[in-house]
């Protein structure tokens, strides 16, 4: 994409761009006590909250060049900068393993549920065959179940994944975002 449609396209989404055209995210610390999380085994993790706000800036975190994370604060100092730009990506590298663990389950249950479907299907025909005109009512309620796990396997597959595949898309980027530190000139 040119220059030109890029810069015009952040400037209507209001965001602003660094010198590699990655949109650039702002975090301003003022008390970092509750940062980091006080619940984790061998690697840092950044507290819900951290990570709840990163999320609520989805116009930039899908941001097609990447993003970076500008860290504003005087409380961080320039040993703690590595731990807390590995906290900030381990968390998200936690997500995005476990967003693509969640679609792997989904389509192997979409499959099971689309399998069931046929088979009830083929179920509601065999009995028609074997019993014609006596199955009345319950030929309409085989339909319907065998309809509802068809449904449900294409909802999973296809609608699901949708969803989840944008999780995945910000936490990707968020991991392999490029992270900087700054001093707060306004006190």
């Known amino acids: 994409m040119n220059q030109n449609r890029l810069n015009k396209i952040a400037q209507k989404l209001n965001i602003e761009l660094d010198e590699e055209n990655r949109a650039i995210l702002k975090l301003k610390i003022r008390d970092k006590s ?3 999380s006080p619940y984790y085994f ?3 993790l950044i507290s819900g909250e951290v ?3 990163l999320l609520n800036n989805k116009r ?9 994370i500008k860290i ?5 100092t320039k040993e703690e900068e590595n731990l807390y730009s590995q906290a900030i990506k381990e968390y998200f590298k936690d997500a995005q393993i476990n967003g693509k663990r969640h679609q792997k389950f989904n389509y192997v249950l ?4 689309f399998v069931i479907g046929i088979l009830v299907f083929s179920l509601m025909f065999i009995l028609d ?3 014609p005109n006596k199955l009345g009512l319950w030929k309409e309620v085989i339909d319907v179940i065998a309809w509802v796990f068809i449904w449900e396997a294409v909802d999973v597959a296809v609608i699901e994944k949708l969803e989840k595949s944008n999780e995945t898309k910000i936490a990707k980027n968020i991991t392999e975002s ?3 530190f700054e001093k707060d000139k306004i006190l």
Request: proline fraction near 3%; avoid cysteine; hydrophobic fraction near 50%.
């Open 34 to 36: 509750n940062f980091l």
């Open 42 to 44: 061998d690697k840092p």
């Open 51 to 53: 990570a709840d706000y």
């Open 60 to 68: 930039i975190l899908v941001w097609k060049n990447g993003i970076t």
């Open 72 to 76: 504003i604060s005087n409380e961080i």
């Open 110 to 113: 979409s499959i099971i549920m």
């Open 129 to 131: 065959a074997s019993f």
């Open 178 to 180: 490029k992270i900087i």
